[in-house]
């Protein structure tokens, strides 16, 4: 939703790759006898490596082919065998073996990182790493270097981009990293000489220097191998708690919380556990147990100032979960200043539930009336990447963006993608507390594994995450409001529904589904999303709000852009664009182009205004099923736009009445815009487009004019009502 689908632009490409993969899979099941030396390896990806490292990598689109979709392994390593590299096959999954391997080169950090690997026999082969950590987040270094140990479950051997031979690891549980003691390292690789010195001392000393060096991954590795050794219950608790700040650094909430012995504290609990457990549940979203933590340490420590202030934090964010109070002009100023633009806030479920619908499989359904601009979810994103605008672009931006094909499903993308299904895998697999919340949404009709977890490690299907932000992802702008005031339309015509590079997930509203008659919008502010209803609606309705924005022209290009989904739009407004003769579609293209080339005269006088009301008159007529069935997407806008013009020419009076012809077209039901006396009131909403506010706005002016200023009153308060809903709050209506 919203984001840019470029599937069409790179149809050759996604044609070549599916050529490639074609002609990869005729040699599945070969042992290549063409492979290349040792050196010539080596020295071929260590040229590779040098001309990397001095080219600029922010002013490039990266690209990204997604593979054909395959299983993490999900069989414990005592039933795994091992293999050498003499062994593999081509485009071969080698299920229940494992092939421990040694680097030979620094990582060369692509959309994978990437290392020249070798087995116990001195063969050597490329290993390409996908979804791991940003450079920025952990060093590709940290990960793999000369001298790592690898050991690679289920190796996926492959005809890579070049032609040459690489092992593939796409899911994070595939891939372990051994110490050189290990009792899966091939003995050649083992230490001569035992370290005599290990107790847990020790190996905790050596994890407090990691951190204090800030090598939090190294220090993980030292306090567990002293959790491994003997040790006194005392030494324990103190190691554990040590690596919990080492685990929040790396955000492993799950695994920080564990060590801190929450929820069952003893007796006595250490001060820095409990300001641990409630920093980790903070991070979670649990803010009512973080709460309670905070209080506890408040009471046991009565001192600790950085408590109160956490606990300020924490209540702060109850209260938003719970009531859905939020100071929306400061979320406008800290998602104005913020890169990534991501607040400190907390989700607001309203008065909504999930249910199972007729036809559309799950679906959001309010739990009681509400009336239009009724706050339904204040959700903060599960995964949010930002972009920002002009990326590619090397005079405006710094950011990149990544063009992500998938030849399978036939979909290319331009944006975030391919680093928000890195950025939740990773958290997926650092947190599995929060994956049920992932992983019941859509996904098509692909299924994974259903095992949660092997040898107590987490396992994360990374094309089970691909396929759920397919179908789920939106596309979004740093704010709504900056985006909706950043350039004017002209109003002869419809605002055009912008792709966004950056994107993300939100859990809640990702269970809303389709309807060009939409009954509530979307607005963003950060990696907040606001959904607010922009109908009323009686208890047990379901939500809807448009994927893409009717736009009135042609029935099947806009079922093509809905095609992705598996859908077919069966709302009033779709079933008559396909039951509305073709011959008729034409005549109002032409009428609405020939009404545009009036209206953009430099001066309308009498005839062309005379012109311009038979053109919206015969447009009018072509039209059959009431406007509050089916909305006139195409007569609303140069109604209004003649409305501005009679509005400039001190004709109150039409203008108002361009108004009620707006509103009408829109599905409308009113009074107070005819030469009656009754008040100006809208009785029923219709469909709620970006220039409403205008709409609005224009009729209060007139109201006022003609001095109706209870009507001029109730006008603002309905541009303020669909401003907010748009916007997502109404803090800014004024300065706007």
Known sequence: ????????????????????????????????????????????????????????????????????????????????????????????????????????????????????????????????????????????????????????????????????????????????????????????????????????????????????????????????????????????????????????????????????????????????????????????????????????????????????????????????????????????????????????????????????????????????????????????????????????????????????????????????????????????YRNPSVAPALTTLYHGTYEGVCTSAVDAKPIVDTFLVERIISFNVFGCPVSSLAFRTKAPIPATKTREQKAHHSCGIWVHASYINHSCTSNARRAFIGNMMIVRASRDMEAGTEITFWYHSPDGTSAKDFQEKLRHWGFVCRCAICLDARATDPVIVMKRRKLVGDLEQVLNLPALHRVQMKKIERLLDILDRTYTQPAEDVPRLLIWAPQLALAHIYAAQDKAGKSIELVGKVLTSLGFAFVGTDSSHTRFAIIRWGLLVDSLVETFLCARTAFAEMGAREDSRRAEEYARTTYKIIVGEDTSFNAT
């Open 1 to 428: 939703m919203d984001v840019d689908n470029v599937t069409e632009q790179y149809a050759q490409l996604i044609d070549r790759q599916k050529q490639t993969l074609l002609e990869a899979k005729r040699r599945q099941g070969q042992r290549p006898r063409d492979r290349k030396s040792r050196e010539e390896t080596y020295n071929k990806f260590m040229i590779a490596f040098m001309f990397r490292g001095n080219k600029r990598q922010k002013d490039m689109v990266h690209s990204s082919f997604i593979p054909p979709a395959y299983i993490p392994c999900n069989t414990p390593m005592t039933q795994l065998r091992r293999v050498a590299i003499k062994d593999l096959q081509l485009e071969t999954h080698h299920r229940g073996t494992y092939l421990p391997l040694r680097s030979i080169t620094p990582p060369n950090l692509m959309t994978a990182i990437m290392a020249i690997m070798e087995d116990e026999n001195g063969d050597t082969v490329m290993l390409q790493l996908y979804q791991q950590e940003d450079e920025d987040t952990r060093a590709a270094a940290d990960i793999v270097d000369v001298g790592t140990l690898l050991l690679v479950k289920e190796p996926y051997f492959k005809v890579m981009g070049d032609g040459e031979y690489g092992l593939r690891v796409d899911h994070l549980s595939d891939v372990i990293h051994l110490e050189r003691d290990d009792a899966r390292t091939p003995e050649a690789w083992q230490p001569r000489l035992i370290e005599i010195e290990r107790s847990a001392e020790l190996l905790k000393i050596k994890g407090n220097l990691a951190m204090n060096e800030g090598r939090h991954w190294d220090a993980i590795t030292e306090y567990s191998d002293a959790l491994s050794q003997p040790a006194t219950a005392n030494q324990i608790e103190i190691i554990k708690r040590n690596r919990s700040l080492a685990f929040l650094k790396t955000k492993q909430f799950d695994a920080a919380l564990s060590d801190t012995g929450f929820p069952n504290f003893n007796p006595n609990p250490a001060e820095k556990a409990m300001f641990r457990a409630a920093e980790a549940l903070y991070n979670l979203e649990q803010f009512s147990e973080c709460c309670q933590v905070l209080e506890l340490l408040r009471a046991n420590f009565p001192h600790n100032s950085q408590a109160s202030a956490v606990l300020g934090r924490a209540q702060s964010r109850c209260l938003e979960q719970k009531t859905g109070s939020y100071n929306f002009k400061e979320l406008q100023a800290k998602a104005g200043k913020l890169r990534p633009p991501h607040l400190d806030h907390a989700t607001y479920i309203g008065p909504v539930e999930i249910r199972h619908t007729e036809s559309k499989g799950r679906g959001l359904f309010v739990t009681k009336a509400v009336k239009a601009g009724d706050l339904l979810l204040c959700e903060k994103a599960f995964g949010h990447v930002h972009v920002d605008e002009g990326a590619g672009n090397k005079d405006e931006s710094s950011s990149k963006i990544t063009l992500l094909i998938n030849p399978e499903t036939n979909q290319g993308f331009m944006g975030a993608q391919a680093d928000l299904i890195k950025l939740i895998v990773q958290k997926l």
